[in-house]
């Protein structure tokens, strides 16, 4: 039974009886009633109190200065955008304009099809390789600005030459971002591994500026993006209270669950479910013994199904809806590189994994890595470390 059941389990009885009005017995009744209430405030507003202030920016006020006035302002965010790198920097972009500022999103590479929806990505500044253009736009909008927000991700080199150009930038830098272990290059961080999103930080961020009146629903639509993929639909171990509290706000401020669900989720090409098929079909493989399901996928492979950014995003979540499989991996060769992305169960940390080997991290169990290895060398690499996690894998946290 918690506290409060206890406490007031005899409550009914304490306030059956109603005292004569103006009598020393209504007075104590009144005082008991008074100290009744404080217990319950008291007992609501301690996790509240933890809730509101947990992730809090620590230098605020000084933040609150930066930003009272109209300001240059820049958005970068990581290579190859995903819904919550590109909507929290869209929804960020999106409650800064209506502050007055001036704002350019830029992103280190394109982004997948099925976020050109998002309200502002229009705008967005996307490097590419085959042109010259968004890089000039790109270094001049730096060079330029009073402030850089750096979003979803926590350290230059994820950003590739575009880390150069900020980390040279003489701008105020603000971090916001999610991911473990993070370089120290901002000013002001609004940095929480415990949040399951970049887009609830910046959430958190506009309530603690008092200025939640300002988001609208396309700021609110980005965000909802944004927490509902990192949370892998609401799925993911990193779901807590505060992730429905914060959707059920963006939910009040217009976010459209169903429509955003539709427009993220079911907007499949033919193309990526035959990919999808061949997957599952051919390249999936189970290690029983490590508890491990992966997938390897050649250039030719991607090539024969067409595959566009974003096209792989997903695949590797599939090994891990196996039952008892604790450790998915998938690997694929984008020709300059080859990709790995990695999820896991519980305690089985894939950043410890990626980071050690594959020039990579990011979450406890969702990381990123990389190999210049050919794509049968990183499996065999892949193959030969397992035993070393063979132990963890096969525990039960
Ligand atoms: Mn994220």
Redesign the pocket.
Same mark, same amino acid.
């Given at each position: 039974m918690d506290f409060l059941s206890f406490y007031f389990k005899n409550w009914p009885q304490k306030y059956q009886k109603k005292p004569e009005s103006g009598s020393q017995n209504q007075y104590s009744a009144d005082l008991i009633f008074i100290s009744d209430l404080m217990i319950v405030y008291t007992y609501f507003s301690i996790p509240s109190f933890i809730i509101i202030f947990a992730d809090s920016m620590k230098n605020l006020s000084a933040f609150k200065a930066l930003i009272s006035q109209p300001q240059k302002v820049v958005i970068v965010t990581h290579f190859k955008p +995903?819904a +919550?790198?590109l909507g929290?920097s869209l929804g960020l972009a999106g409650y800064l304009k209506k502050k007055g500022h001036h704002v350019t999103v830029i992103t280190p590479s394109n982004y997948p099809e099925f976020l050109a929806w998002m309200p502002g990505h229009e705008e967005v500044i996307a490097l590419s390789k085959t042109s010259k253009a968004p890089e000039k736009k790109a270094v001049t909008s730096i060079e330029n600005a009073d402030i850089v927000f750096c979003l979803?991700f926590s350290a230059l080199s994820r950003i590739n030459e575009l880390g150069d150009w900020v980390g040279k930038s003489s701008a105020t830098k603000v971090l916001i971002d999610?991911?473990l272990d993070p370089e120290k290059f901002a000013e002001f961080e609004q940095w929480d591994t415990t949040a399951a999103?970049?887009a609830g930080l910046v959430f958190d961020l506009i309530g603690e500026l008092g200025d939640k009146n300002f988001i609208d629903a396309n700021i609110a639509n980005c965000l909802y993006a944004?927490l509902m993929t +990192?949370t892998g639909g609401f799925r993911h171990g990193n779901t807590t209270q505060k992730e429905f509290l914060t959707a059920s706000e963006l939910v009040g401020y217009g976010a459209n669950p169903s429509v955003i669900s539709k427009l993220i989720y079911d907007t499949n090409s033919i193309e990526r479910l035959r990919l999808l098929g061949f997957v599952l079909s051919q390249k999936l493989k189970v290690l029983p013994e490590y508890k491990t399901a992966y997938m390897t996928l050649t250039s030719d492979e991607l090539k024969q199904f067409g595959s566009q950014t974003g096209d792989t995003e997903g695949l590797v979540n599939y090994g891990l809806s196996i039952k008892g499989i604790k450790l998915s991996v998938l690997m694929y060769d984008r020709k300059e590189e080859i990709k790995l992305s990695f999820r896991s169960l519980d305690d089985f940390s894939v950043n410890e994994m990626a980071r050690k080997y594959f020039e990579g991290g990011g979450h406890k169990n969702a990381s990123g890595g990389q190999s210049k290895l050919s794509l049968e060398e990183t499996l065999n690499k892949f193959l030969s470390i397992l035993p070393e996690f063979k132990e963890k894998l096969n525990s039960n946290s």
């Open positions: +995903d +919550d790198a929290s979803d999610h991911h999103s970049t944004g +990192d």
